[in-house]
């Protein structure tokens, strides 16, 4: 958190509810369906990944947030030296850019992506980071496209929310779009699950002031979970200019958010 940033740590609640679909379907002719064993229907195995080391500041916790990331999506991925003929994510300072490069075994390059270089590189930045480098990079290590790969974010629409002193509704629905692609998330006005923004300013002790925020996952009429935020801040403070405080809020808010959305997509 910056100086003369007053929020302090942000506690983040997560209830996640899940709704599941049944539907029975009658027996349809299959006239191309081969008879007995067909190997071309079996699903390719993930491939395994070595994460080479990053030459950045936080380059080590990125690393090593890149190996946890890549072990949720069931890909192996380690960072040791790896043998020859091993798939190799490599990664390059550009300029104020994170370049990932993904390599195939023929030293090829199978994908490459261009992330934002961070100015604060917090632990929940990290994972951000290292949460939407996976989803972009993993493709490939499935077997599909990288053109796939692109397209594997999940996509959400967010509604801000309305209400708050100063400029808090627009800095804190900025900040929080910016959090969410971090994350891994698409923000897209199309999309059918929306993340809507709940958020109020109360007097609390000692002439501070209580903000409460609530991110709402929901698809059509189903809530699908919610990352809730509480924090105390000085008098006045809200009537400033949001900036930092707004990115603090919308990190922690888009970290619960992503958990729920994957979490809704894997069931």
């Known amino acids: 958190m ?3 940033s007053a929020l302090p740590r942000w ?22 369906r081969p008879e007995g064993f067909n190997p071309l229907t079996l699903p390719q195995a993930p491939r395994g990944v070595a994460v080479r080391p990053i030459e950045v ?6 690393a090593k947030a890149m190996v946890d990331q890549f072990g949720r999506a069931d890909i192996p991925a380690t960072l040791r030296e790896p043998a020859t003929g091993a798939w190799l994510v490599e990664n390059s300072d550009e300029g104020g850019l994170l370049r990932w490069i993904l390599r195939a075994p023929d030293g090829g390059v199978a994908a490459t992506y261009d992330q934002k270089r961070p100015l604060r590189a ?7 980071m290292a949460a939407d480098a996976v989803n972009r990079l993993s493709g490939p290590l499935r077997g599909e496209p990288f053109v796939a790969a692109l397209d ?15 400029d808090g509704d627009k800095a804190l629905e900025r900040a929080m779009r910016s959090a969410l692609d971090l994350a891994g998330l698409a923000v897209r006005d199309d999309a059918e699950t929306v993340v809507t923004a709940k958020a109020s300013a109360v007097p609390g002790s ?6 409460d925020v609530a991110w709402i996952v929901s698809r059509g009429n189903t809530e699908l979970g919610r990352a809730a935020q509480r924090g105390e801040v000085p008098t006045g403070r809200l009537d400033q200019p949001w900036g930092g405080l707004a990115r603090d809020i919308a990190g922690g808010g888009a970290e619960g958010v992503a958990e729920i959305v994957r979490a809704a997509s894997d069931k």
């Open 57 to 62: 500041s936080f380059g080590p916790a990125l």
């Open 206 to 211: 000692g002439g501070a002031a209580i903000l």
């Open 2 to 4: 910056p100086r003369g």
């Open 11 to 32: 506690e983040r609640g997560l209830m996640v509810t899940l709704s599941l679909l049944v539907a029975a379907c009658p027996e349809i002719p299959q006239p191309f």
């Open 122 to 128: 917090e632990e929940h930045v990290v994972k951000a």
């Open 152 to 166: 594997r974010r999940p996509k959400v629409k967010l509604v801000g929310p309305a209400g708050l002193p100063g």
